[in-house]
């Protein structure tokens, strides 16, 4: 469904191409935005009960650091239906490209 929402909500609609390239399955070492926000936000709770999501979300927000960083959260509590399958016809007039290297990971859709 990711890929039929890419095609349709972006690339259908401002008529252009969206690459994507995935990291691969625990390799988050390899962010660097993942350890210059996350290790930032646990400094920031660190000596803290994180009970709830409000406490979680407070501890978030505040977190800032002397180069810049300013941090934005916000609580999402929309539900999300789960088990959603594209249609045959969705997989079919989906425009995809799938890269010569990881091509699960790493593909082109473009608008029809």
């Avoid at 926000?37 to 400094?43: P, Q, Y």
């Avoid at 800032?64 to 007039?93: F, M």
């Avoid at 699960?104 to 029809?112: A, D, E, G, K, L």
Wanted: glycine share 4%.
């Amino acid at each position: 469904m990711w890929k039929i929402g890419l095609q349709n909500v972006i690339c259908n609609k401002y008529g252009i191409k969206a690459t994507v390239c995935h990291f691969p399955p625990g390799a988050s070492k390899w962010n660097p935005i993942e350890h210059r926000l996350f290790s930032e936000i646990s400094n920031n709770w660190k000596v803290i009960s994180l009970l709830d999501y409000e406490i979680v979300l407070k501890y978030t927000k505040t977190t800032k650091t002397e180069k810049g960083l300013v941090v934005n959260a916000e609580l999402v509590d929309k539900k999300y239906i789960k088990g959603i399958k594209a249609s045959k016809n969705d997989l079919e007039n989906l425009n995809i490209n799938y890269h010569e290297v990881n091509p699960s990971w790493n593909y082109t859709i473009s608008p029809n």
